[in-house]
């Protein structure tokens, strides 16, 4: 079966760093999504890796390893605006995104 | 308008009833998606189009159905609701020049079935 498994909840406070794993399990591979959604809100795209290794865009950066069917978000400096949900999703063979469940991030200052 | 917008944003409905749920983008986007998001699970996908003209089922296409008519439409019919189907239900597009394009998201429609 398909399968993305994610922490519920984490929390950090201000100005640390966390870092949000995500496994997954999916009919073929066509690279691993991470979406912020803020609460009664759209996801919206962070980030998408589809080779092994680390992608860097400002405070946040984006893991995979392909081997391991792993992928984490690091996120530096943080602020109080990112509270919110961290989506990892999977692109099976299909091009169809298999979601995550989510991590719920609380951001304490 | 600019990027994807749907329609209502909340509705609470009589279980029976029949509902369209409206989703409009505006930026030529080729393929257009249905999900439903409830608490605890992860986004789950109903139905999608690839292109104008065409159709396909999802991870939990039963009780739905789209059409897609022009490339700027893509609305979500429940032909007689039922409380399971209460949710909240977002509406993306993509470019689809390739099959991994980054999916945007409309703001969501919150539907109540009692």
């Known amino acids: 079966g398909q399968n993305i498994d994610q922490p519920t909840e984490m929390t950090a406070t201000e100005g640390a760093i966390v870092q949000i794993n995500c496994t997954y399990q999916t009919s073929g591979f066509n690279g691993l999504f991470w979406y912020q959604q803020h609460a009664g809100e759209a996801p919206t795209f962070l980030s998408y890796?589809?080779l092994d290794g680390l992608e860097e865009k400002g405070r946040f950066s984006s893991f995979l390893s392909r081997s391991k069917g792993y992928s984490y978000l690091l996120l530096k400096e943080l602020q109080m605006k990112d509270s919110a949900s961290y989506l990892c999703a999977s692109m099976d063979s299909n091009y169809q995104l298999i979601w995550g469940a989510g991590t719920k991030l609380i951001i304490k200052p | 308008i600019a990027g994807i917008t749907q329609a209502p944003t909340s509705q609470i409905l009589a279980a029976g009833r029949r509902m369209t749920l409206r989703c409009t983008q505006d930026m030529r986007h080729n393929a257009m998606y249905w999900y439903r998001q409830d608490l605890g699970l992860g986004l789950r996908l109903i139905h999608y189009s690839n292109t104008a003209g065409t159709t396909g089922k999802g991870e939990v296409p039963d009780g739905y159905s789209v059409s897609r008519a022009n490339t700027d439409d893509f609305p979500l019919t429940l032909a007689s609701a039922v409380p399971s189907q209460t949710s909240v239900y977002f509406c993306?597009?993509?470019?689809?020049?390739?099959?991994?394009?980054?999916?945007?998201f409309g703001p969501g429609t919150r539907l109540t079935v009692l």
């Open positions: 993306a597009s993509a470019t689809g020049t390739s099959g991994t394009d980054t999916q945007y």
């Open positions: 890796n589809v």
